[in-house]
């Protein structure tokens, strides 16, 4: 009989495998979220699947545990619940359909493993969105962007290394802070901010 005491113990060093896109793959569940869109990084659209949602998290924490978590009902039980949660996030203010960025989707998932209190698995997701990142900067460094492409943000972290900025980050922020205030235009308070960035915006500057 295995207890929470027998199972292997997570490494921080587990560095997570390939595959956490949520634009990959289909599932079940399509049909019920027929009015929902993803955005996806190049603008184009696909149709919104929580399946994906669900693989991406199990990926996560099959890339901490090991793969002996694949058959575990607790892993299962607290995928079903973050999946949820997150898909309650992104819709709450769209009950009648809409579109979401990829971007915002991936925060999402960051948030609800915080939230959860589930660390090692969100840092794992966490240096895959970094490393993921890392390599389109890089190719986009030796392919130059199309005449109506704008290269993506870069914001300065306090170290003075750089990271992209998120599309999705905004919109998050943005919308937490304003949840709950009936007076606030987010949509105009979100073209304020973009108009005031620049490329290489500190990490205080932008909060």
Known sequence: MHTEHN??????TAQPPSGFDLTEGTGPQT???A???VIRRNGSLTAFDPAKIEIALTKAFLAVEGGQAAASRRIHEIVQQLCGQIVEALFRRLPDGGSVHIEAIQDQVELALMRAGQ???????VLYREERARERLSQQATEPPAASEQPPLRITATDGSRRELHAG????????????LSDVDQTALLDD??????DGMGERELA
């Open 169 to 180: 980050e905004l919109e998050l922020a943005v919308a937490e802070a304003c949840e709950g």
């Open 193 to 198: 901010i973009r108009r005031s960035l620049f």
């Open 119 to 125: 660390h090692k698995i969100a840092r794992a997701y």
């Open 35 to 37: 009015g929902y869109e």
């Open 7 to 12: 199972r292997p113990q997570a490494t921080a």
């Open 31 to 33: 049909q019920r979220f």
